[in-house]
């Protein structure tokens, strides 16, 4: 079947992917944002490299992927501020619990972390990934709480079948979901609403 296609057309898109099993459907998710026109350029933690090469990022996005704070000498243009300065959207997928205590906290101890933190203004799509006793947690109910006081917006998770074999809620949406979910944030950033209550001058 054809897939609905988003229209992100030379928008940048930075994708965070952290240490979740889902990290694998995050490479299915970043060639489907290259596919319909975004630039994506990757931050990836060190748990999420233990998941999933950065090689398989770079590959369907043909672009940078970043998964250090202390680049190398090739990346030394690129700081974290710059990442934060370039992207117009930003996606975290899989988010695990730990990226979003951090960044419900403020907390600034890899790129990812330290990145997301200088770009809390930004429009930041985040597609929760984890255990359900973990989601259920009010350590992080209460983090999630707060990231969607501050403006974060979140796709899932979903219920179904989880990593640990038993159902629950704590499943990654699928890829086609976020990549919509994507689409109508790009909407907004390119069409945004006019101030009703503008005082006339
Ligand atoms: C095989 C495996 C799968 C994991 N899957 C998840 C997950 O889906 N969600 C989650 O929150 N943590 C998961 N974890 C635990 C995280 O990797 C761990 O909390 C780690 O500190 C996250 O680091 P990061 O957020 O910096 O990537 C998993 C760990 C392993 C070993």
């Known amino acids: 079947m054809a897939e609905k296609k988003a229209n992100l057309g030379d928008l940048n898109i930075l994708l965070g992917v952290s240490g979740g099993i889902a990290a694998y459907k995050a490479v299915d998710l970043a060639s489907k944002l290259t596919a ?11 748990n999420a490299c233990r998941l999933v090469g950065p090689k398989s990022f770079e590959a369907v996005t043909n672009s940078a992927v970043f998964t250090s704070l202390w680049s190398t000498s090739e990346e030394y243009k690129i700081s974290h501020i710059a990442l934060v300065d370039w992207a117009d959207i930003v996606v975290v997928a899989p988010a695990t619990a730990n990226i979003i205590g951090k960044i419900a906290n403020g907390i600034c ?12 203004q930004k429009p930041i799509l985040l597609a929760p990934a984890m255990n359900d006793n973990m989601w259920d947690n009010p350590a992080v109910r209460r983090n999630v ?6 403006g974060f917006r979140l796709v899932g998770p979903e219920k179904g079948r989880l990593a640990s074999g038993t159902e629950g809620i704590g499943r990654m949406s699928e890829p086609q979901d976020i990549l919509e979910a994507v689409g109508k944030i790009a909407f907004a950033v390119r069409h945004p609403v006019k101030e009703i209550n503008r005082k006339k001058k």
């Not at 319909?36 to 060190?46: F, I, N, Q, R, Y």
């Not at 101890?109 to 809390?120: E, F, G, I, M, R």
């Not at 709480?145 to 501050?150: G, Q």
């Open 145 to 150: 709480k707060a990231l969607k006081d501050m």
């Open 109 to 120: 101890d890899d790129l990812l972390s330290t990145t997301l933190c200088a770009c809390w």
């Open 36 to 46: 319909v026109g975004a630039l994506v350029d990757t931050v990836m933690t060190e």
